[in-house]
């Protein structure tokens, strides 16, 4: 399976593959395991290496009364062996210091994660901040490979297309605008609007390289939104025979730097954000590299106005290159 990184590199950009768009639309309580072993903070090392050995897992979740308080790893048990201290208590060689995702956070923010950490395994929780699952990067394999198949025969049965639409209309300027109002902090519908605009494009004709790109540059778009604004902020998104205009606009903080904001792993979010996943620094990174065109607008007085384009007849180019490359 390709590699699903949370940069995009120019290559990648032109040729993003279904697995990479899955990772941006698949929710992770799909992929993730729910039936977990979890240990208590009292449970002696000796009895749960002996869990591990039988159940064959390498970590698990340590709750106390049902909350998350700590995850302990195969590393963690083979620092007890070699320092001959198997009869403490799981809680003296647990990880406190804990990484989580959430039910409802696509794939990739939990990629992010796992590239950012380096971390072997992610608890997930639920809406109420409860223990929901666990997720692995096997996981997230076996997951993918799962909704490829399935996304592959709902295609074949649903998808329509209907690349002709502007053809039969005569006017000086034929053009289609969707809209979406994105509120602040609204993590459980993020993705929705770039979802939308994504199927909307395949259903409109567009190759699906290009929706995938579109749909990667509005879902880094919303979740700026999401997670920067003070008051939320619009998507609009205008398709014309010639060209797909993204953009992205709200009344502020604004950014105090933009040349600093386009450079990878700049970031404002709040630590709060960052526990949750989110705020790695790579969305404008992202956008710029799936786009034709990108301009960003930003200052105290007037917010953030960020402008994304995509030219079809680039696309056409594209996706000759590609088909001579297969």
């Given amino acids: 399976m390709p590699s699903v990184l949370p940069i995009i590199s120019d290559t990648q950009a ?82 406190k210091d804990i990484c989580v995702i959430r039910t409802h956070d696509p794939v990739i923010e939990a990629l992010k994660v796992f590239a950012k950490h380096g971390v072997g395994r992610l ?38 297309r209907a690349s002709h639409l502007f053809e039969d209309i005569q006017s000086e300027r034929t053009s289609l605008i969707l809209r979406y109002n994105i509120k602040k902090g609204d993590f459980t519908h993020g993705g929705s609007a770039s979802g939308d605009i994504k199927r909307a494009l395949l259903r409109l004709g567009a190759t699906p ?36 205009t993204m953009a992205a606009y709200d009344d502020g903080p604004g950014i105090e730097d933009v040349d600093a904001a386009l450079k990878p792993g700049y970031s404002t979010a709040t630590e709060e954000i960052r526990e949750m996943g989110f705020g790695a620094g790579m969305g404008l990174v992202n956008i710029k590299r799936c786009v034709n065109e990108m301009k960003l607008f930003s200052s105290k007085e007037a917010g953030t106005q960020l402008y994304m384009v995509m030219y079809l007849q680039d696309e056409d180019k594209t996706n000759k290159q590609i088909s001579r490359k297969d």
């Fill in 209 to 244: 390289q290009l929706a995938r790109r579109c749909g990667i540059a509005v879902y880094e778009a919303e979740m700026n939104l999401i997670i920067h604004s003070d008051n939320g902020g619009t998507l609009r998104v205008e398709i014309e025979p010639q060209e797909i």
């Fill in 123 to 160: 608890p997930v929780l639920n809406r109420q901040g409860d223990l929901a699952g666990i997720l692995t990067k096997g996981d997230i394999t076996n997951g993918l490979l799962k909704a490829l198949q399935q996304e592959y025969h709902a295609e074949e049965i649903i998808r329509y």
């Fill in 14 to 95: 032109e040729n993003i593959t279904k697995t990479e768009e899955l990772a941006y639309e698949l929710p992770i309580e799909e992929v993730m395991t729910e039936n977990v072993v979890c240990l208590s903070p009292d449970t002696i090392i000796r009895e749960a290496l002996d869990i591990f050995r039988k159940v064959r897992i390498s970590g698990a979740p340590v709750t106390d009364q049902g909350k998350l308080v700590g995850i302990l790893s195969i590393e963690d048990l083979i620092r007890s062996l070699r320092e001959g201290r198997i009869d403490l208590k799981v809680s003296d060689y647990m990880t």
